[in-house]
């Protein structure tokens, strides 16, 4: 092979080398996440609302206690996919999810409710996340409490609240937008098709 071809023949390797590198590179930035942080509300831009105190001493009693054995703050539950279910309620604080049937390909799925006591830049924080993580094939209905939240009085339209929700450990946080409100049982319920992470915080828009 003539050298000028050889030259030629290695400068396009060498190209089409960096182009498959920068295409496949797995700390090139996500764009998707981007946009999402900066649509976004970082979490120390919210006021957050915390647990009463019945709440918090519950769960500052629990967090001695190994997860499997959990009284009070955390619920899982095997749901079969062709039946559906419910996880969550009196334990988990009327903080729950409606699976409805055929949500997911596998045959059963461990799904939990967990209460979280979360701190926020010293804020305290009332949280509740549902795991495991992941799109679902139909819509699952969340039902959030309010009931239990350190705020004075529990009509609706006059506390102020806000459900906030994450899709990035936390960090970046995104306000619900679509629910129903149930004056009566003190909660909101929303259709949603993954799970996520939600806090309370107040609304001052308003």
């Excluded at 045959?107 to 979360?118: A, F, G, N, T, Y």
């Excluded at 701190?119 to 819509?139: I, M």
């Excluded at 039902?143 to 929700?165: I, K």
Aim: glycine content about 8%; hydrophobic content about 40%; aromatic content about 12%.
């Amino acid at each position: 092979m003539k050298h000028g071809n050889w030259l030629r023949l290695s400068a396009l390797t060498f190209t089409v080398l960096v182009l498959h590198c920068c295409s496949v590179n797995p700390v090139a930035p996500n764009i998707e996440a981007a946009m999402s942080l900066e649509n976004g509300t970082p979490l120390d831009q919210i006021t957050w609302v915390g647990w009463n105190p019945e709440v918090t001493s519950a769960m500052v009693e629990e967090q001695t206690k190994s997860l499997a054995r959990r009284a009070l703050g955390f619920e899982s539950k095997k749901i079969f996919s062709r039946m559906g279910g419910q996880v969550g309620g009196a334990k988990t604080f009327m903080n729950m999810v409606d699976v409805p049937e055929d949500a997911f390909e596998e045959r059963s799925l461990d799904i939990s409710v967990q209460v979280l006591h979360m701190n926020r830049f010293g804020q305290t924080a009332a949280g509740v996340e549902f795991l495991p993580s992941r799109h679902y094939d139909a819509g699952l209905i969340i039902t959030l409490n309010w009931g239990f939240l350190d705020v004075a009085g529990d009509d609706w339209e006059s506390l102020n609240l806000q459900p906030y929700f994450s899709e990035d450990q936390g960090q970046t946080w995104f306000p619900v937008q679509e629910y129903t409100v149930d004056s009566d049982a003190k909660t909101i319920n929303f259709e949603i098709d993954h799970f996520t992470q939600y806090g309370w915080g107040l609304d001052e828009d308003d």
